[in-house]
């Protein structure tokens, strides 16, 4: 090309493509706690001397003190190696998981579930989507806790099933605000979720209260979607009671997973469970919609179907007793150690689970927006990892992850402090 001349443009920088994005999956990434967690960790400085503590996810199982029984590593070598579950499983899910499934959920159930009240999902995950597009209809909507899992949003828009906020009540144990519900609640209302134990407040529903919430739903003419993947984890003086008791007054899908009882989150095992006493979600074919989905989405691998009998069989209750008495145990540091810490309330000492949901007082700190600028200022200058509320629907509150190696807690917890006394706003003389 000769001095001067100008390049022309290639065609194909001219050409119109008819491509681009899905929008909703920008959005999605964008306000998910993964989504959001990936950035401040992003914010770390990789070549400081403070190695990074993660107090904002919710997997134990990369910690040593959180690792799976070796009988239950046992049962995956087994299944794997026996080249029997190498074939597609049923698109509801095996057999003899579903009868494993139903039989230890029965153990705390005033009757017997069957096999096939139980449907096998990858994860509790893929038991969300199944949910919101199994209910998904022209005007239909749901509502959600707040605060609460944002996967359930997330699923909602995907299947264009409208959601609506009820709120939970801190001052009250985190119970749910059943004046609003039934405010909220209209004639397209299809249904409404709990979690329980709760995800993000640590907390635990009492039986009065859930009979309450049943009872709610049966007159507002909607079922109960029941999130109960913490249900091994319930460490404080409230029983865990599963929403399932009273599924003679509300029909109900209970969800959960292998995930946190058994801190397996990638074995992506999860399930819904129907309890329906009086039929009405066969009634309205609403089975039928769960059936139709797991016939067209993907199936959790079945040699790990094939050894959730043996999973469930051989995890001896000392297992369990371990776990939660680690979780008892960090729970009580990560409340000591926060009420040391002015510019954050915690208003509940969490009782199950794996967080607790604390307040962040922004009028006595300087140089902090809200709570996401909170996060990425400590991930920044401590190494230290938090969700911001926001991502919850809980603007300027955290949600503090306890279920980590105790000495990485403690240590997490003291970056924490440091951090709010360097930014404490400087009071007048």
């Not at 005007?139 to 995907?158: K, Q």
């Not at 240590?411 to 924490?416: Q, V």
Request: charged share 25%; proline share 7%; hydrophobic share 40%.
């Amino acid at each position: 090309m000769e001095n001067g001349a100008t390049k022309k443009p290639s065609s194909e920088a001219t050409k119109k493509w008819h491509f681009g994005p899905n929008d909703l999956l920008s959005a999605a990434g964008g306000r998910s706690i993964r989504g959001i967690i990936y950035k401040i960790i992003a914010n770390v400085d990789e070549r400081g001397p403070r190695p990074m503590v993660p107090l904002g996810h919710g997997d134990p199982s990369v910690f040593p003190s959180f690792r799976i029984t070796t009988s239950a590593e046992d049962a995956i070598v087994e299944s794997l190696r026996s080249a029997e579950h190498n074939h597609y499983p049923p698109s509801v899910g095996l057999l003899s998981a579903r009868r494993a499934i139903a039989e230890h959920l029965s153990e705390k159930l005033p009757y017997e579930l069957s096999p096939h009240d139980v449907f096998i999902t990858a994860g509790c995950n893929q038991a969300i989507e199944l949910v919101a597009t199994s209910l998904a209809r022209p005007e239909a909507n749901i509502l959600l806790p707040r605060p609460g899992y944002p996967m359930y949003e997330t699923h909602c828009v995907f299947s264009n099933l409208e959601f609506r906020h009820f709120d939970l009540i801190p001052e009250r144990g985190w119970e749910i605000d059943l004046d609003q519900v039934e405010r909220l609640c209209d004639e397209n209302t299809v249904a409404m979720v709990i979690i329980n134990p709760g995800n993000p407040c640590g907390s635990v529903l009492s039986y009065e209260h859930m009979e309450k919430i049943a009872e709610t739903a049966s007159k507002l003419g909607i079922m109960v979607i029941a999130d109960e993947v913490y249900n091994h984890s319930n460490f404080g003086s409230m029983p865990f009671v599963p929403m399932g008791v009273f599924g003679h007054i509300v029909p109900i899908l209970t969800l959960g997973s292998l995930s946190k009882g058994w801190i397996v989150p990638g074995w992506r095992l999860g399930w819904v469970v129907i309890t329906d006493r009086k039929g009405i979600l066969k009634e309205t074919k609403v089975i039928d919609s769960i059936t139709n989905f797991l016939e067209i989405s993907a199936d959790p691998a079945t040699f790990i179907q094939a050894a959730v009998p043996q999973i469930i069989e051989r995890t001896k209750g000392a297992f369990f007793e371990r776990i939660v008495n680690l979780l008892r145990a960090t729970a009580e540091m990560c409340y000591d150690k926060i009420k040391e810490i002015s510019c954050i309330t915690c208003p509940n000492k969490p009782e199950a689970s794996m967080f607790v949901m604390v307040k962040l007082e922004l009028s006595l700190l300087d140089g902090i927006i809200d709570d996401v600028d909170f996060c990425m200022k400590l991930s920044k200058e401590e190494s230290v990892i938090l969700c911001p509320g926001s991502a919850l629907e809980m603007k300027n509150w955290l949600r503090v992850t306890f279920a980590v190696e105790p000495s990485a807690l403690e240590l997490g917890l003291e970056r924490l402090k440091l951090f709010c006394k360097r930014h404490e706003k400087k009071q007048s003389k």
